[in-house]
């Protein structure tokens, strides 16, 4: 697989939001295993921290995973968070396997002034409903957001 293409002229650095998603090496489902997921989640935010950026969501799911980042800088830079973040994960994760933990690249989609942050969190931590892997987004184990409890998304996605 090639890597996507980014924004032509869009620098990716400073206060913007971005939907990722990256998926595992040939899509294995790797994050069935509680460990390797936690550790996962761990890294993505550790780095976004590290990197300026607000973990508004995220949710690993057994063959990839989605984040919501917000840059809180104007150095925040995108693409060198996501770029660590894959290689801290993918480098806790060699200690254990033998295989890659990420394929190459990842996809972005930058979110525009009107998209609310709040509806694509909840899009985020619903992708396991959606699944079939569990009845509540409260009921898994592997996403959530360091902005919001995942019952404010609820209530605020029922309410609107």
Known sequence: MSRPRRLEGFSYV???RYFLTTCTF???QTFLDHTIATQTIEQFRRTSRDEGFSLLAYCVM???AHALLEGLTDESDFRRCAKMAKQRSGAAYALTSETPLWQKGYYEHVLRDEEDSKEIAFYIIANPV???LVQSPDDYPFSGSDAWTIRELIEWVTKA
């Open 14 to 16: 400073g206060c913007y």
């Open 130 to 132: 959606r699944a079939g």
């Open 62 to 64: 057994p063959d990839h």
């Open 26 to 28: 040939e899509r294995r």
